[in-house]
């Protein structure tokens, strides 16, 4: 069976939303050739793949089995002809990478800045997410690779340890405890705490450290970045389990806030890169994959900041 991809291609648009008009213009093709060719489509399946809904086209119960499969051939069908691209030109080619937010100040541009120096035409697609447990690993399939505290839980994808990262407690710097450097969770039992959400990683990780020195910590305050959990501490709202700043990072710059190192067992968070382990990577998306495990490995990553 002989099927148009550009017919393909626009079966996916209308069902996604987009308007035959849209498309039309999108494509400089005339809606009556957008329409026959979705019509020829539905004749070579020998079923209605859309249904008018109103100035909608809808998919029918055929449409909507078709879709994932119409989704995944195309998305393959990209990346074979990127893959060819870069196999012509090896230094060109789009990145897509996602990460969680607290690594966006100092873990990323440090990676694609020294991989863009010896490879600056390849461009980066960036997306973030979070260290929670139900949120989908690479972006579900959108992202190539993945930085994050997270490690994938199953043989989909695979992950490689690249950063063991220190937690400090972050206080106001006028905190009596600021000026100590060192310090114990116990000491800030009866202090008032400022977290992310109970789903998060890092949020997880402070209760059960603060529940090993003996207490159960009183957040008065959730947010969902740690910019915010950061200007809470600097207004004198509380403390904050964090990781540490990273030379170069915004953190970095005095402050406010005052990061003492915690002296409890297990104050630390792991970093992993993690990619599909099905899904071959494009030449210019391994070539980063690599450099980020090399440079990880020769111990070449922003350092905690003094």
Not at 147 to 156: I, K, N, Y
Request: glycine share 8%; net charge neutral.
């Amino acid at each position: 069976m002989n099927m148009d991809t550009e017919a393909l291609r626009w079966l996916q648009q209308v069902a996604d939303g987009t308007t035959v008009t849209e498309v039309s213009e999108l494509e400089q093709v005339t809606q009556s050739g957008v329409s026959r060719a979705l019509a020829r489509l539905e004749a070579q399946l020998g079923t209605p793949l859309l249904r008018r809904s109103g100035r909608m086209l809808r998919l029918t119960h055929a449409g909507a089995v078709f879709k994932p499969h119409l989704d995944a051939m195309l998305h393959n069908l990209d990346d074979g002809i990127a893959a060819v691209s870069q196999l012509i030109d090896p230094d060109t080619g789009v990145v897509a990478l996602a990460f969680q937010q607290s690594l966006g100040t100092w873990l990323v541009p440090d990676l694609v800045r020294s991989f863009r120096a010896a490879h600056p035409q390849v461009g980066f697609r960036l997306t973030q997410s979070r260290d929670e447990p139900d949120f989908v690993i690479l972006d579900g399939g959108n992202a190539d690779l993945e930085l994050g505290s997270r490690r994938s839980p199953d043989a989909a994808a695979l992950s490689r340890l690249i950063e063991v990262e220190p937690l400090r407690l972050a206080v106001r710097r006028d905190h009596p405890l600021a000026r100590q450097g060192l310090v114990r969770l116990a000491e800030v039992a009866a202090e008032p705490f400022v977290s992310l959400r109970p789903a998060s990683g890092l949020r997880r990780q402070t209760d059960e450290l603060c529940q090993r020195a003996g207490f159960r910590p009183d957040v008065i305050f959730e947010g969902d970045d740690l910019s915010n959990v950061r200007g809470f501490v600097a207004a004198g709202l509380g403390v904050a389990v964090i990781p540490a700043p990273r030379a170069g990072s915004p953190e970095a710059v005095p402050g406010p806030v005052a990061y003492l190192e915690i002296q409890d067992e297990g104050a630390v968070r792991q970093i992993f890169l993690t990619w599909s382990a099905g899904r071959r990577l494009l030449p210019a998306t391994d070539l980063f994959r690599r450099h980020v495990l090399r440079r990880a490995a020769a111990s070449q990553l922003p350092t905690v900041a003094s």
